[in-house]
């Protein structure tokens, strides 16, 4: 175990501190009265439950008194929030003077309005900037320091408000924290401490451009504090010039797990995934589980799918508010939520006691995430365990976890539960890979995995084309025999309307009744009867088409009645309508019947608009008592 003499040797420009795990099991047995702190700051621990500091409190909090600048790697849940809060309020000036007994509110921040904050902390998410806050008010509570936290999902008025008037500490995300900068909202001149948490979670999330423009609003004389889960030069070297001569503090490498949570790896089929879960979750039972999965819509459905089982649940991702993300959190520690479904967003920095076990939905895409996934179980000494859905799909992904870690995982036992015939085959007996896949390889990984997805889905196409389904198939059927049948049921040939106001003539005395009105207006017998022989000639070829209609009109050609409608036939017993018989006689169209009969210049078709069945035996329009269907209103 290190001494406090250790850590503050000036050996180097960059002082490393290396615990091993027996050092960690030593540094138990070191109180936080040795390490510097104030009886203002102790009393703070106290109130907090704090018995013993982790190693990375033991090894950073001299450090950071000291003043020196930090940079600091320590595996997840190990309380690297308490390790830079505790010793920087501890000698933190007030900005905002502290409420003397009797001091009306309104007097104290005036006297610090818009001034601040002091101490910044940027953090890459709302839920890791809520927790800060959490324990900040804590110590706080003690110190009579003021803090605010700005973050993105809520509005901004509140916040720009609780700038305006002062504050010592200021929690921010970094998204936020620009945008109130670039409004005139948030001045940091006056910033002494700076602290990055969850550093390569911010470069990994693109939030390098941001955290530099907050860096170059900070004063050049301040003291910098970096944690980290690695202090890997490829994942944090961007912003390791951020921090001056530092003091390296570094607990566990980022590839170890804690000892207190048990690992199990379950290979299941993809189409059987949901019903696996849902069995797992009823086996062990649902109380304090998280699932992880690789993206927000999948977090959705996956909730909306154990809430139709009986689970209740609460989806936390991205693009949750904050309010509802601050609600799920809130209900799964108070019980009222049996499982919280989410993303990686929920995997590092926060901290919820009693987790009993982590399910992986979803393989994770980094090896280094599924550290921190399973990181929410086994907290503060506390046992847990922690189970991974393996597919085909993502054999090989698992394969470089077991191999960054340096072990494997034990198979779950899954007596009872539905794995699917398509499972993969993982062997109990593996031994784990020296490194785990580069850069390359993955991409090879990808594009193979890709080509896959597009030849699948390319003969799932050539298959729908070669095979129609079946009610199609049957659906077309139906509509042609019912075409058919509807064709052969007809007892008569349907013809088309068209516009006119030709007459249709039921019979040949109609011919011979308009030859004798002729002869009797004076006109010449033989002119009359020559129109008549060619009307006669023109409609023997529709003898036999009007045969038909005159028998579906139900026509009793013996007795020259209308055996449908039961109004007498024109022509029937003196071959001559009446005036009431025309009213309500109708014209019908036959083929040809137009030709040849309207005179030259005369108005074809519906003259006027005026329906033809309208007008019909109204005297008092015309200048006679004829219909203008007869050859056009002529004679």
């Given at each position: 175990?290190p001494?406090?003499?250790?850590?503050?040797?000036?050996?180097a420009?960059?002082?490393?501190?290396?615990?091993?795990?027996?050092?960690?099991s030593?540094?138990?047995t070191?109180?936080?009265?040795?390490l510097?702190?104030s009886e203002?700051v102790?009393?703070?621990v106290?109130?907090m439950?704090?018995e013993?500091?982790t190693?990375v409190?033991?090894?950073?909090?001299p450090?950071v008194l000291?003043?020196?600048?930090?940079?600091?790697?320590?595996?997840?849940?190990t309380?690297?929030?308490?390790a830079?809060l505790?010793?920087?309020?501890?000698?933190?000036?007030?900005?905002?003077?502290p409420?003397?007994?009797g001091?009306?509110?309104?007097?104290r921040?005036?006297?610090?309005?818009?001034r601040?904050?002091?101490?910044?902390?940027?953090?890459?998410?709302r839920?890791l900037?809520?927790q800060?806050?959490?324990?900040?008010?804590?110590?706080?509570a003690r110190?009579r320091?003021?803090?605010?936290?700005?973050?993105?999902?809520v509005?901004?008025?509140?916040?720009?408000?609780?700038l305006a008037?002062g504050?010592?500490?200021?929690?921010?995300?970094?998204g936020?924290?620009v945008d109130?900068?670039?409004?005139g909202?948030?001045n940091?001149?006056?910033?002494?401490?700076?602290?990055l948490d969850?550093?390569?979670r911010?470069?990994?999330?693109?939030f390098?451009?941001?955290?530099r423009?907050?860096v170059?609003?900070?004063?050049?004389?301040?003291?910098?504090l970096?944690f980290?889960?690695?202090?890997?030069e490829s994942?944090?070297?961007?912003i390791?010039d951020?921090?001056?001569d530092?003091a390296r503090?570094?607990?566990a490498?980022?590839?170890?797990?804690a000892?207190?949570?048990?690992?199990y790896v379950?290979?299941?089929s993809?189409d059987?995934?949901n019903g696996?879960?849902t069995?797992?979750?009823?086996k062990e039972?649902?109380e304090?589980?998280?699932?992880f999965?690789r993206t927000k819509r999948?977090?959705?459905?996956?909730?909306r799918r154990l809430g139709?089982?009986?689970?209740?649940?609460?989806a936390?991702?991205?693009?949750?508010?904050q309010?509802?993300r601050?609600?799920?959190?809130?209900?799964?520690?108070?019980?009222?939520v049996q499982v919280?479904v989410?993303?990686d967003v929920?995997?590092?920095?926060i901290?919820?006691?009693d987790?009993r076990?982590?399910?992986?939905?979803?393989v994770?895409?980094e090896?280094?995430?599924?550290?921190?996934r399973?990181?929410r179980?086994?907290r503060a000494?506390?046992e847990?365990?922690?189970?991974?859905f393996?597919?085909k799909e993502?054999v090989a992904?698992f394969?470089?976890i077991?191999?960054?870690?340096g072990k494997?995982a034990d198979?779950?036992?899954?007596s009872g539960i539905?794995?699917?015939e398509?499972?993969?085959?993982?062997?109990p007996?593996?031994?784990?890979a020296?490194?785990?896949?580069?850069k390359k390889?993955?991409k090879?990984?990808?594009?193979r995995?890709?080509k896959?997805a597009?030849?699948?889905?390319?003969?799932s196409?050539e298959g729908?084309?070669?095979?129609?389904?079946?009610?199609?198939?049957e659906?077309?059927?139906?509509?042609?025999?019912?075409?058919v049948?509807?064709?052969?049921s007809s007892?008569?040939?349907?013809s088309?309307?068209?516009?006119g106001r030709v007459?249709?003539?039921?019979?040949?005395?109609?011919?011979?009744?308009?030859?004798?009105?002729?002869v009797e207006?004076g006109?010449?017998?033989?002119?009359?009867?020559?129109r008549?022989a060619?009307?006669?000639?023109?409609?023997a070829?529709?003898?036999p088409?009007?045969s038909?209609?005159?028998a579906?009109?139900?026509?009793?050609?013996a007795r020259g009645e209308r055996t449908?409608s039961?109004?007498?036939?024109r022509g029937?017993?003196?071959?001559?309508?009446?005036q009431?018989e025309?009213?309500?006689?109708?014209?019908?169209?036959?083929?040809?019947s137009?030709?040849?009969?309207r005179?030259?210049?005369?108005?074809?078709?519906?003259?006027?608009?005026?329906?033809?069945?309208g007008s019909?035996?109204?005297q008092?329009r015309?200048r006679?008592?004829r219909?203008p269907g007869?050859?056009?209103?002529?004679?």
């Amino acid at each position: 175990m290190p001494t406090t003499e250790h850590d503050l040797r000036p050996a180097a420009d960059i002082q490393a501190v290396d615990e091993t795990r027996e050092s960690m099991s030593a540094a138990k047995t070191v109180r936080f009265a040795d390490l510097g702190l104030s009886e203002t700051v102790l009393a703070a621990v106290a109130d907090m439950g704090y018995e013993t500091p982790t190693p990375v409190q033991a090894a950073a909090i001299p450090e950071v008194l000291a003043g020196r600048d930090l940079l600091a790697a320590a595996q997840t849940g190990t309380g690297k929030t308490a390790a830079f809060l505790l010793p920087i309020m501890d000698r933190l000036p007030h900005v905002v003077p502290p409420a003397k007994k009797g001091q009306r509110g309104r007097r104290r921040a005036n006297a610090a309005r818009g001034r601040g904050p002091s101490m910044l902390v940027i953090t890459p998410t709302r839920e890791l900037a809520q927790q800060i806050e959490e324990v900040c008010r804590a110590v706080a509570a003690r110190t009579r320091h003021v803090a605010v936290t700005v973050v993105g999902g809520v509005g901004y008025v509140p916040q720009k408000q609780a700038l305006a008037r002062g504050c010592d500490i200021l929690v921010a995300t970094p998204g936020r924290l620009v945008d109130l900068i670039e409004q005139g909202s948030a001045n940091l001149d006056e910033v002494s401490v700076l602290v990055l948490d969850e550093a390569d979670r911010m470069l990994d999330m693109g939030f390098l451009p941001q955290v530099r423009r907050i860096v170059g609003e900070c004063r050049d004389e301040r003291q910098t504090l970096l944690f980290s889960a690695t202090l890997d030069e490829s994942r944090v070297s961007s912003i390791t010039d951020l921090v001056r001569d530092p003091a390296r503090v570094e607990i566990a490498p980022v590839t170890s797990t804690a000892d207190t949570v048990d690992q199990y790896v379950l290979p299941v089929s993809l189409d059987a995934k949901n019903g696996a879960l849902t069995a797992v979750l009823k086996k062990e039972g649902a109380e304090r589980a998280i699932v992880f999965v690789r993206t927000k819509r999948r977090a959705d459905t996956c909730a909306r799918r154990l809430g139709r089982a009986g689970i209740t649940c609460a989806a936390i991702h991205g693009d949750r508010s904050q309010a509802q993300r601050e609600r799920a959190l809130r209900d799964f520690r108070e019980g009222k939520v049996q499982v919280l479904v989410a993303t990686d967003v929920l995997a590092r920095g926060i901290d919820i006691t009693d987790v009993r076990y982590v399910v992986n939905f979803d393989v994770p895409e980094e090896p280094t995430d599924y550290i921190h996934r399973i990181g929410r179980t086994g907290r503060a000494g506390e046992e847990g365990w922690s189970l991974t859905f393996v597919t085909k799909e993502d054999v090989a992904e698992f394969y470089d976890i077991e191999a960054l870690m340096g072990k494997t995982a034990d198979m779950y036992d899954a007596s009872g539960i539905e794995t699917g015939e398509a499972a993969p085959h993982v062997d109990p007996d593996r031994v784990p890979a020296s490194h785990p896949a580069g850069k390359k390889e993955k991409k090879r990984r990808k594009q193979r995995a890709k080509k896959a997805a597009e030849k699948r889905e390319r003969a799932s196409r050539e298959g729908r084309q070669r095979s129609p389904r079946q009610r199609d198939i049957e659906r077309r059927a139906a509509r042609d025999t019912a075409r058919v049948e509807r064709e052969e049921s007809s007892s008569r040939p349907s013809s088309r309307k068209r516009p006119g106001r030709v007459r249709v003539h039921a019979d040949e005395a109609v011919e011979t009744t308009r030859t004798e009105r002729a002869v009797e207006r004076g006109g010449h017998a033989d002119r009359a009867q020559n129109r008549a022989a060619r009307r006669a000639e023109r409609f023997a070829g529709d003898a036999p088409e009007r045969s038909r209609r005159d028998a579906a009109h139900g026509r009793d050609e013996a007795r020259g009645e209308r055996t449908r409608s039961g109004r007498p036939a024109r022509g029937s017993r003196t071959g001559r309508a009446s005036q009431g018989e025309r009213n309500d006689w109708r014209n019908y169209d036959e083929p040809g019947s137009r030709e040849g009969r309207r005179p030259s210049g005369s108005r074809g078709g519906r003259a006027g608009g005026r329906d033809n069945r309208g007008s019909y035996g109204q005297q008092g329009r015309g200048r006679t008592g004829r219909r203008p269907g007869d050859r056009g209103g002529r004679r």
